[in-house]
């Protein structure tokens, strides 16, 4: 863990002192965003309902195309750059090139970074708390609440799965967790309801399908060639399946920015890893106990410096608490290992392999080693 002592310019390096004492310089860049969309609305500077990383327009986020361009860092650096020199233009200027008249946003001067390109998926409300969300929706009004609620009871108990006793239909303020525990049973509930004047369920089914895919695919712990094929896929066959939406009369378009963004999950993952190096979900978890509770725990009048006296005596209250076990229990717990690497034991093998002559593709597809 480092320790910043001194910042020596905006962007030049910062003196940090290590666990050990010694005094290193570090470069910090700037390489990516994590936040829901509001955020990323306002830390790039794009009009809300328009896609904060590429310049697709509202009315064109319900379309896939084969590849995006992201917004041109260049020209809004150089628009940015003339608030000072023609203050009355500036906004003319920044409204054409697709941004609100911000002034010296925090990115300008940061070396190596795009602000655009470093906008990173959000699994938590982009997928969980928006796209499932409206899904949710979109099939309860197309098979009807009574009828998917039916289902919902009518399934098996599971220690694996949330048993909803009321249905799905009728929560409010659905979390992350929840909306993930509907996404389990979802496809299980619709494979054999029917659509009214007898229309075919086919098409509904391949678009839940396949957002269900895009799901599970998009949390992959590692990712292949082959698995982020299959994630355009995924979305690519929800495209080509949700105009049973529109027949139906449950949408008229799909201009949904949440929607839209699934269409960067792909080169974001190239560039950045998987999706569980950025996602909000760790921070959305901190809320609980530093935001929700402390405001609970107020009268609601006035209750910024309430939730701050409330956090500080937690914490203050949790030290003591550390102080006296630790009084009750002198005996220390920390256990002290020799930080030798030699190994005293003696290592084994069988005599007889298992296995004689075994061929390559033997090891790949029967024992499944498949990066041997």
């Given at each position: ?35 829901d969309?509001p955020?990323?609305?306002l830390?790039?500077?794009c009009?809300t309902?328009?896609c904060p ?9 319900g ?11 260049a020209?809004?650096l150089?628009v940015?750059?003339?608030?000072e ?7 003319t200027a920044?409204?054409e ?8 946003p925090?990115?300008?001067d ?5 602000i ?11 997928l ?14 197309a098979?009807g609440e ?14 694996n799965?949330q048993?909803f ?10 979390t ?10 979802l ?7 029917k659509l009214?004047?007898?229309a ?16 599970y ?9 082959k ?16 105009y049973?939406?529109?027949?139906l ?7 949904l920015?949440?929607l839209?963004?699934?269409a ?15 996602n ?8 609980i ?7 609970w725990?107020?009268?609601?009048r006035?209750?910024y ?6 956090l ?7 030290w ?8 009750l ?15 005293n034991g ?5 005599k ?21």
């Amino acid at each position: 863990m480092l320790t910043p002592l001194k910042h020596l310019g905006e962007t030049g390096p910062i003196e940090m002192s290590s666990g050990d004492g010694i005094v290193h310089w570090t470069f910090p860049i700037f390489a990516c965003f994590v936040g829901d969309y509001p955020e990323q609305v306002l830390i790039s500077g794009c009009k809300t309902g328009d896609c904060p990383k590429c310049p697709a327009k509202r009315l064109e986020l319900g379309v896939l195309e084969g590849d995006y361009e992201y917004r041109d860092l260049a020209k809004i650096l150089e628009v940015v750059a003339t608030f000072e020199n023609n203050p009355t233009r500036y906004s003319t200027a920044c409204s054409e090139v697709g941004i609100k008249p911000i002034v010296h946003p925090f990115w300008e001067d940061l070396p190596y970074s795009d602000i655009y390109l470093g906008i990173t998926p959000d699994v938590l409300h982009q997928l969980y708390q928006g796209v499932m969300k409206h899904l949710m929706s979109w099939v309860s009004t197309a098979f009807g609440e009574k009828d998917l609620d039916t289902h919902c009871q009518s399934l098996p108990p599971n220690h694996n799965l949330q048993a909803f006793s009321k249905g799905i239909t009728s929560l409010s303020r659905v979390t992350g967790k929840e909306h993930a525990d509907m996404c389990r049973i979802l496809l299980g509930l619709v494979v054999d309801l029917k659509l009214p004047d007898g229309a075919s369920p086919i098409p509904l089914i391949r678009a839940i399908r396949s957002l269900l895919d895009f799901l599970y695919l998009a949390q992959y712990p590692l990712h292949t060639s082959k698995t982020l094929q299959l994630l355009h896929q995924s979305l690519k066959q929800f495209h080509e399946n949700k105009y049973i939406f529109v027949d139906l009369g449950i949408r008229n378009n799909f201009n949904l920015p949440k929607l839209h963004s699934l269409a960067h999950y792909v080169d974001s993952i190239k560039l950045f890893g998987t999706t569980d190096n950025y996602n909000t979900e760790y921070m959305e978890r901190l809320h609980i106990d530093l935001a929700k509770d402390a405001y609970w725990a107020t009268n609601h009048r006035d209750e910024y410096s309430q939730m701050m006296v409330w956090l500080q005596r937690r914490e203050k209250i949790h030290w003591h608490e550390n102080y006296l076990k630790w009084c009750l229990n002198p005996q220390s717990t920390i256990v002290l290992r020799s930080t030798d690497m030699a190994y005293n034991g003696t290592p084994t093998l069988t005599k007889w392999p298992s296995a004689r002559a075994v061929d390559l593709d033997d090891v790949i597809n029967k024992y499944s080693a498949k990066f041997f």
